[in-house]
Every structure is written in structure tokens, then in C-alpha cells.
């Protein structure tokens, strides 16, 4: 799925970046907003996105969260973990999904460490803020596309190998399912961490139940003492 | 038997590779989750069966079933490296011994290389000897068994490829086809472009080059024009079976044989010479290929002649428009840039070079020789380092031939190399280097004798450069003369006798050339008077590329007005965009200059030229340079650290304070080293990112505010050893190690590090911090200090110092 950066730019949450920075609810100066801006720019200005996704058949018992493949239903990939399967407990389709920045956010950062200590911590903090924003856009299209057969779909929250009780070996699940590196660049480290750093990949609930929980999942979060929890 | 080697057909008449394999796999029976490559073991004739499908249907090179096989995935198997290669090889040679009986045409046994999977460092996580030795097993295990060539297929980064290319040719002698992924815009996942990876594999000697996977056929016939136009070696083309297309949510392939057969029909026609298929495609996609195709003639295999050196993302190409070579990564006669090379301070060198970017560098010489140091290791930290950062290609600078080896051998791309000489000694050592790495190589005109008066004298040398090159396989695309410039105050003629030889190898020997401009005006008043004039004569008499430095405004202005006369520059808009920026410098440049603002002020605002400003008239005032930093620099960072902590200031405004902080001690630490003096440290912190994290932005904020605070800062990196900073620590004599972990998954290796520093006995304290600890989790693994915030790690080590631990 194509999407401009333009529209990654614009859809960022300029709050969350703040949050990100530390400033909590406040707002900071103008020297620092005009050179978040500024960094932001330069970021949308030069990351190639790209994503990969498929949709699967899901079927969920208590433990476990099975995604069968649509085009060849003897394919099952079966997930064990109480927390996804309770996210996903309402959704006949799951997205399974991967999306990234590419390796130019990580190397406009690495230019910024030496350059300039404050851009580099800012550019970090917009590059959470932008993967968030991409994803978000990217769901909802998708989510589009899958309601175009006439029947509207909702989305549940994104939900990552790490969250709750999902191990994060399943990122090795997903990395060959999808195709990651071959497909998008995605690459994955024997520690099961991701390059280029400023990557996603999650499932995601389709749902014919209307709900809008989709996006800010803080609440839902069990770290209370995270330090950027936002409880707005 | 084979009548020929492949390497006798390759590009002499059409050939055919085989289709795609994972889908078959699947529609045979395996699994999700199955490892494809097992299967040459667990089901050896659905594989040879596989293979045989496609040698009926014409193809002349089948690949075995070991795209996956790299010692990485093998951890989690029950199967060796070797054990799948050498069964995948097998099971080609007998399929093809089969076939063989009822259908005799060439047929070759393909040892089938993918991408490890993994991103190579300095941004990712394996260095590129881990990624080299991983293909180096590969490439032995094919070898061994029998393989008639290697296909290194479906990558995307070219350090990663360089790596295995360089595997492949000094582990075998087999033939080395290279095909990539591309996206519709023609760049590699990693950003290199068409042009680019085609002059590093060339000049790496690979036997043919091309694209596979990504793409259909037709995409794939938009693409092609940018690889005819600069590929000398054969064209490979494994399209897959059209685009992706989603149905019902998932990925399929849908270009049907006839369809395909007809397109790869065009690519042939356009010039491709070896073609196959890959993802979707199936023997049937084959058969019709081969029946189309089988008795095409192929489009001549011709050398482009171009001189080019290429980064990780693009190519600079000789032309008739001068290239700029900036020079200032260079130590000679700078002694600022000594003694960071002493300091191994390589941010020094990096900012060298981003300002020379910004400045219109076309290719950055890289030179990092001093006595006292080890070249080579420094060569590779500089070049690796370098290209990590900046999209420049390099000119290897040096006289050490095994800092020549390291800087070629880590080198991101097709690199320069300065330089060879005249002289017997120079071309033995130097030509075996350059045709390895397949480097442009810069020839100084000069040899046993000297350098030469005359310009007959220089061209002789020249003509003896080039006829030698060819000895060893090195083309005179390859090399870049330099005529030599010897300064006008020593000798009337010397400028001439430059021009004349300039432009006689030039227009007269066909090659390119290069000189260091600034020399001609060693000795003289207002150097860059003369600098100037020369540059645009030596431009006017046939120089390709001048090593000069791009920040010198007189001569890019000279560069910038030259190409607009040669009418190298499109109704003049670099020109004029040049001029443009040049109006809007002095004005930033003039306001904090004379900023009225004191040093703590400027600190506290976190202004970087302000306090470097403030620094200067400090110490123009006779301020000691202690007083300056523990009565005005430190009470400064004080007031920000403090306001930090009460949450009235936030990290950008400690960061900005701790930037400006720096530009202070840049000011202080070169009137110090003007007096021959050092500053002085407060001790030596190790720190790190723990093994197997890859987040290093905390640990980078700490280090910029502890250096600012006067301490030696240690920096391992990210993804450490704990074994490594154990080293450190006992080498060194270290008493504070601070450690950063992101995640919950690498805490453990916090433990671990800990843990490994208590067993030895070690008398240093541990301080932690990251996102996911506490002060219970930090007391749990046995940290003497948790620090929950950047300034954390400030207080405790000041207490430590304090208390003389430190």
C-alpha cells in the first residue's frame, strides 16, 4: 500500500513527540517547537516507508489465536498467548503486518549524534511519533479496502510480539510468514530486536463490531508506571 | 559432460536459469513454518524432481535449494551449513544426470546464495568479517560439492553483497552471477541505485549482473535501460511472475506463462542474455520462455569505458565536467587534525567531512596517516565510519598497502586510491590491490628518477603506468593520471610544464586526471589568488577532478563559474543557485559573533556559537581556563541540571546547554593545545549499550553530559560483549562502568555484564539505566547505582569523584 509522506507528515502527533521528549502534558518553547518542526521536515523528507501485509481467517480459544491462510486453508499459524487472544477474541480477519521508516531514519540520527545532541534526541522522538503515524494511516486503508466488499470492518488496537504475554520469539514467526527482509528491508536481530530501528510489526483485529479503541491504547496498558503513559 | 565452462557460453549466446521453488514447496506439501532447504534431506525427490521439471523445460542453470542456508539459520535446525549445502548441490547434479540422457544441452549445478537476513554494521548488527565468514562457509560447502557457479540472488544491501562477492571469488573459482532486488524506482533496499552496485560488482570482478525478484517482467523492462547503459559484463533477468497482488488477503503472483514468456521476449531484445524466473513462476513459465527465446540472438556484450567510483547509494562518474575531491581529511600540516588522530577523536573526522558535503564535495579523500598510529586499523574505523554517515564515495589515501588493503576491503561501494606510482616497488604492491577491489587508481607521474622536468618526461612515466596496469588486468578506465604540481616560487615553468602534460594525457592519451591543486602556490603571498587562476587553467586543459577544499569560496567559485563557460551547467542554475546561498551566509554568520551574552547565559540558553563567542573574549581576557569551566561552565550546567530535575527544563534544553557547553571546551581545549598543554579529566567512564540492544540514544545522552562535566567518556557502543568491557575495565584500570538496556529481553544481559565484572574481581562500580529498569530491578541484578534520568548518572559520578573513587 502506497502512501506519501506528505501525508505521514501531517498526520504526526506532535503531541505525542513532546510526550516522548519529556514535556508531559506541557508544551515546550518556541526555540524547541520551531526545531522539532524543522527535524520532522527533514525526517519525512527523506525515510522511504514500506509496509507488508496479509489478512487471515482468525479463530481464538482462550490460550491460543489461529490465523489460517485464506488462499490455502490447510496453512495455519497458531499464536499461544492469553493477552492476543482476548484482543482478538471478537475478529473473524487479523491483519499481520509489518511496516518501517527504513534505514534512512536511522541514518539521519546517527548524522545528528554527531552533529548536534539535541536534533539527534528529537529526531528519535519524531521518528517514534512518524512509524506511529504511518501505521495508523496504513491500518485504516487497509481496513478500508477489506470493508469494500459492503461490509464496514472496525479495527481493534495493534498488538505486538513483546506486548503482554506474547513472546517476542514470535517475531521470527512473522519476519518468514511475511517475508520481511525480502520484501521490505525488515531485518531482525539474533536478540529479536529490529533494523532499521524505526519499524512496527503487529497484528491487527478486524471486526464488524463498531468500536474506535483503535489508536492511543495507553489505558489499556498494564505499565502504570511508564513514564510516558497518557492518560488523556 | 558439459562441452564448456559456463564462463565460455556467458554472453556469447542465450542461457536460461530455472523458476521459483517456494511455492512449489508449498503446493507439495510444506509447511507453514517449515525451513524450505530441510527438505533436501527430509524429501530429496520432491527437489530433484523439482529440478529435473525445470532442466526439461530448457533451463541450462538450475539452482539448488540452499537460497536459506547460512550458518544463522542453521542454529535453530538440526542440520550443518554444509550438510544442506552439499545434499541442495547433489540433487542438482543428479537431476541433470538424469535429464541428460534423453536431452543433451548445457547444463550447470547453481550453488544458490541468499541475503543472511541480517543488517551489517556500523548501523546494524554483524560486522562485515561475520558476514564474509558466514558466506565463506557457504561458498566452501558449494564448492566441495561439486557446484559448476555461484548465484548470489535476491539482495539488497550492497555492503552485504561485497561481502559475499568477495567470499565467493577467494574461496572458489567458480563463475559469480550477481542479481538484486530493486524497487520500481531502481534503488536496493538500502538505497543504492543501479548504477552504483553495477560499478562496485564490476570492479569486483563478477561475471554477470542483473535483477531478479521484486518485479515482474514489466517493471522489469523499465528498469533495464539504466543497467545497459553502464553494465559491461552479461545481463541477467529473473523476473517474477508480475507483481504482487492481494486476493482475498493474501499475496499471489498472477502473470500467466504466455504472458511472461512474451515480456522476457523484450528484455532478451533489450539486453539481457541470461533469463529465468523467480517468485510465481513455475516450468511452465519456463517452457515458454525457452521455446520463445531459445534461438534468439543476444545483443553484444560491450565495455561501456566509463570511469566511475560509487558509494553505498550512488555513482560519480569522470565526464567532461571536473569533479570536486575534497582534501581536508588529511592531517598534513594540521595540527588540530593530529592530534584528534592521536585522540582517536573520530568525530573530528566525520565533521570534516559532512562539512565538506554540505560544501559540494563530488568524493572525499580519506587520509589518516601519522607515525605514531596504526594506520590500518584507523583506516578502517575512518572509512567504515564515514560511510555510515555521509553519501559520498572515497578516495583511499595512503602509502601503507595494508591500510590501502583494510580501507578497500571495508569500503561500501567502487572506491578511489591514491595513490601508485612510476616506480617498480609501487605498481607491485599497489596494482594486485586495485585489481582486487577493482579501485580507480590515482598514478603519480613520477618514479625511480624522480619526478620528471619535462612534460615528455611525465608522459613516459604515464605510458609506463598504463602498460604495467594492463599486466595486471587493469584497464586505463581504471586509472587517473596525476600530472604533479610543483610550486611556481621554485620554478618559472612549473605551472606550464603541468598544463601541457595535463592536457596531452588527457586529449592526447585518452585517460582522466587529477591533480592537488593547492600546491602551486607553496611559498607565496595570498595563495589563493594564484590557487584560483591555476584551478580554471588546469580545468581548461583537461582536468577531470581537482583535490581541493570545497570550503574554499574563491575556488568553488571558480568551479562553479567554469562549468557555466564549458556550458556543463543548464541555463547556469547551479551557478546562480550558488551565488544565492553565498548572499545568505554572511548574515547568519555576523549575528552571535558579537553576542553580548556571557558565557553562563549562553550556556543556560543553550546558544553554541553565543558561548563559544563568550569563551574567546574569556580567555582573550587572560581568564584561566579552570576558572572559566568550574566558575562559569560547570555553575551553568548546574542551573540546568538542577532545573531539569524540578521538571521547569526538559532533555532538548539540557541537550541544547550541553551542545553549547561543548562549542566552550572546543574554544578552551584549543588555546590549550595552542600552549601545548591538555585538559585535564576527571576519570575515565566506561560505557555501553548492553549485548544484544541495539537503542543507544540514552547512552548517548549521558556520555555528551558527563563529557561536559570534564569526565574521559569510554564508549563501546551498542550490542557489547560483556566480555569486551570486562577487557576494558581491567586494561584500563576503570572504577565506574555505566550500562544502558532498553528492553526487558537485553536487561538479562545487564545482569550477565554485572555478574561477569564481580566474578573477576573487578573494583569498579556499575551504574544502570534504560526504559525498563527500576530501583528495585537495578538492586536486584546488583548495580551499585540506578539512575533514573541523564543528571542521575552526573550526581553520582561527581559524588564518586568527590570521594576520590573516581
Known amino acids: ?232 | 559432460m558439459n562441452h564448456k565452462n559456463i564462463r565460455e557460453l556467458l554472453g556469447k549466446q542465450i542461457l536460461f536459469f530455472d523458476g521459483g521453488m517456494g511455492t512449489l514447496l508449498q503446493n507439495r506439501g510444506l509447511q507453514t513454518g517449515e525451513i524450505p532447504e530441510t527438505w533436501n534431506i527430509l524429501h530429496p525427490e520432491v527437489i530433484r524432481q523439482i529440478h529435473k521439471e525445470y532442466l526439461l523445460a530448457g533451463s541450462n542453470m538450475v539452482s539448488a535449494n540452499t537460497f536459506g542456508v547460512n550458518a544463522f539459520k542453521c542454529k535453530n535446525l538440526p542440520y550443518t551449513v554444509e550438510e544442506l549445502i552439499s545434499a541442495g548441490i547433489r540433487l542438482t547434479k543428479e537431476a541433470i544426470a538424469e535429464v541428460r540422457t534423453e536431452y543433451d544441452h548445457p547444463m550447470y549445478s547453481t550453488l544458490d546464495i541468499g541475503s543472511i537476513g541480517k543488517l551489517l554494521k556500523p548501523l546494524g548488527e554483524i560486522s562485515f568479517d561475520e558476514a564474509y565468514n558466514t558466506f565463506k562457509e557457504i561458498v566452501i560447502a558449494g564448492d566441495k560439492a561439486g557446484a559448476d557457479l555461484i548465484l548470489i540472488e535476491t539482495v539488497s544491501d550492497s555492503y552485504e553483497i561485497k561481502a559475499a562477492v568477495l567470499a565467493a571469488k577467494e574461496n572458489s573459482n567458480l563463475p559469480v552471477i550477481v542479481t538484486m532486488i530493486f524497487d520500481e524506482n531502481g534503488k536496493l533496499l538500502t538505497g543504492g541505485d543501479v548504477a552504483s552496485v553495477t560499478a562496485m560488482l564490476e570492479g569486483l570482478g563478477v561475471d554477470a549482473i542483473g535483477f531478479n525478484c521484486g518485479l515482474g517482467p514489466e517493471q522489469m523492462k523499465n528498469l533495464l535501460p539504466q543497467l545497459t547503459k553502464c553494465c559491461s559484463v552479461p545481463i541477467v533477468i529473473n523476473p517474477n511472475a508480475g507483481l504482487p497482488v492481494v486476493v482475498d488477503g493474501q499475496t499471489v503472483f498472477n502473470v500467466d506463462p504466455d504472458e511472461f514468456a512474451e515480456s522476457v521476449k523484450t528484455l532478451v531484445e533489450m539486453g539481457a542474455s541470461v533469463v529465468g524466473g523467480c517468485c510465481g513462476t513455475t516450468p511452465a513459465h519456463i517452457q515458454k520462455v525457452t521455446a520463445l527465446c531459445g534461438k534468439m540472438d543476444i545483443v553484444p556484450v560491450t565495455d561501456k569505458n566509463l570511469t566511475v567510483v560509487s558509494s553505498y547509494n550512488h555513482a560519480v562518474y569522470f565526464t567532461r565536467k571536473p569533479l570536486i575531491i575534497g582534501e581536508r581529511i588529511n592531517p598534513t600540516g594540521k595540527s588540530k587534525f593530529k592530534q584528534a588522530l592521536r585522540e582517536h577523536d573520530m568525530e573530528y573526522i566525520y565533521k570534516e567531512g559532512l562539512t565538506q558535503e554540505e560544501n559540494g564535495a563530488h568524493i572525499l579523500d580519506v587520509n589518516v596517516g601519522l607515525p605514531e598510529i596504526d594506520e590500518p586499523q584507523l583506516m578502517e574505523e575512518a572509512v567504515t565510519g564515514i560511510q555510515a554517515i555521509i553519501d559520498l564515495p572515497l578516495q583511499i589515501d595512503t602509502s601503507d598497502t595494508e591500510a590501502m588493503e583494510r580501507g578497500l576491503r571495508y569500503y561500501n561501494g567502487k572506491p578511489m586510491l591514491n595513490s601508485v606510482n612510476g616506480k617498480a616497488e609501487s605498481m607491485e604492491s599497489v596494482f594486485p590491490i586495485a585489481k582486487k577491489y577493482g579501485a580507480v587508481l590515482v598514478c603519480l607521474c613520477l618514479d625511480e628518477g624522480g619526478i620528471p622536468e619535462t612534460v615528455e618526461g611525465r608522459l613516459k612515466v604515464a605510458e609506463k603506468i598504463v602498460n604495467t596496469a594492463a599486466r595486471y588486468g587493469i584497464p586505463k578506465k581504471n586509472l587517473v593520471m596525476d600530472a604533479l604540481v610543483l610550486t611556481i616560487s621554485t620554478g618559472q615553468d612549473n605551472a606550464n610544464i603541468t598544463l601541457e602534460t595535463l592536457r596531452r594525457i588527457r586529449y592526447e592519451m585518452g585517460l582522466h586526471t587529477v591533480l592537488g591543486v593547492s600546491n602551486i602556490s607553496f611559498g607565496l603571498p595570498e595563495r589563493s589568488r594564484i590557487n584560483t587562476a591555476f584551478f580554471t587553467m588546469a580545468m581548461n586543459n583537461g582536468l577531470s577532478a581537482g583535490i581541493v577544499n570545497p570550503s574554499s569560496e574563491p575556488m568553488m567559485a571558480a568551479y562553479y563559474s567554469f562549468n557555466a563557460l564549458i556550458g556543463e551547467d543548464e541555463q547556469c542554475m547551479e551557478y546562480i543557485m550558488k551565488c544565492s546561498q553565498a548572499q545568505d551566509k554572511p548574515k547568519e554568520a555576523a549575528a552571535p559573533k558579537k553576542s553580548d551574552l556571557t558565557l553562563d547565559e549562553a550556556i543556560i540558553k543553550g546558544l553554541s556559537e553565543s558561548a563559544y563567542a563568550a569563551t574567546i573574549k574569556l580567555l582573550e581576557q587572560n581568564t584561566d581556563s579552570l576558572t572559566i569551566i568550574n566558575e562559569k561552565l560547570i555553575p551553568a550546567l548546574d542551573v540546568v541540571g538542577k532545573g531539569f530535575e524540578e521538571k521547569k527544563m526538559f532533555l532538548p534544553q539540557l541537550l541544547m546547554s550541553a551542545d553549547a557547553a561543548k562549542a566552550s571546551f572546543e574554544a578552551i581545549k584549543a588555546t590549550l593545545s595552542k600552549q601545548g598543554k591538555n585538559s585535564e579529566s576527571k576519570g575515565k567512564i566506561v560505557i555501553a549499550t548492553v549485548k544484544g540492544d541495539i537503542h543507544d540514544i540514552g547512552k548517548n545522552i549521558v556520555k555528551t553530559l558527563l563529557e561536559n562535566y570534564g569526565f574521559d567518556m569510554i564508549d563501546l557502543g551498542k550490542d557489547v560483549d560483556p566480555e569486551l568491557i570486562l577487557k576494558t575495565v581491567q586494561e584500563q584500570n576503570i572504577k565506574l562502568v555505566g550500562l544502558s538496556a532498553l528492553m526487558t529481553t537485553t536487561v538479562v544481559n545487564m545482569e550477565e555484564t554485572i555478574k561477569l565484572l564481580r566474578e573477576n574481581g573487578v573494583n569498579c562500580k556499575v551504574m544502570v539505566g534504560g526504559a525498563v529498569l527500576t530501583q528495585e530491578y537495578a538492586d536486584m541484578i546488583g548495580a551499585d547505582f540506578y539512575s533514573k534520568d541523564a543528571m542521575g548518572s552526573v550526581r553520582y559520578a561527581n559524588d564518586l569523584h568527590d570521594k576520590g573513587e573516581l
Request: hydrophobic share 30%; aromatic share 8%; charged share 25%.
Open chain 1, 1 to 232: 500500500m502506497d502512501i506519501r509522506n506528505s501525508d505521514i507528515r501531517q498526520r504526526v502527533n506532535m503531541r505525542e513527540i513532546y510526550r516522548y521528549l519529556g514535556y508531559g502534558t506541557s508544551t515546550p518553547d518556541e526555540t524547541v517547537r520551531a526545531m522539532t518542526e524543522e527535524v520532522l521536515d527533514s525526517l519525512t523528507g527523506v525515510v522511504k516507508p514500506r509496509n507488508i501485509y496479509n489478512i487471515y481467517h482468525c479463530s481464538t480459544s482462550e490460550t491460543e489465536v489461529m490465523l489460517k491462510d485464506s488462499q490455502n486453508p490447510e496453512r495455519v499459524l497458531s499464536f499461544k498467548s492469553r493477552n492476543l487472544s482476548y484482543n482478538l477474541k471478537q475478529c473473524n480477519e487479523v491483519i499481520l503486518f509489518a511496516a518501517t521508516l527504513g534505514l534512512e531514519a536511522d541514518k539521519l540520527m546517527q548524522k545528528y549524534e554527531i552533529l548536534n545532541m539535541t536534533k539527534a534526541t528529537i529526531t528519535q522522538a519524531c521518528g517514534a511519533a512518524s512509524i506511529e503515524a504511518y501505521c495508523n494511516i496504513l491500518q485504516e486503508r487497509i481496513c478500508d479496502e477489506a470493508s469494500s466488499d459492503g461490509e464496514k470492518r472496525y479495527l481493534r488496537p495493534r498488538f505486538s510480539p513483546g506486548y503482554g504475554d506474547l513472546p517476542l520469539q514470535y517475531q521470527r514467526t512473522i519476519f518468514n510468514e511475511l517475508q520481511c527482509t525480502k520484501r521490505i528491508g525488515l531485518t531482525l536481530t539474533d536478540s529479536l530486536l529490529m533494523y532499521p530501528t524505526k519499524s512496527v510489526t503487529a497484528f491487527i483485529g478486524l471486526t464488524s463490531n463498531p468500536q474506535s479503541c483503535h489508536i492511543d491504547k495507553c489505558k489499556n496498558c498494564n505499565n502504570i508506571g511508564c513514564e510516558f503513559r497518557n492518560e488523556s
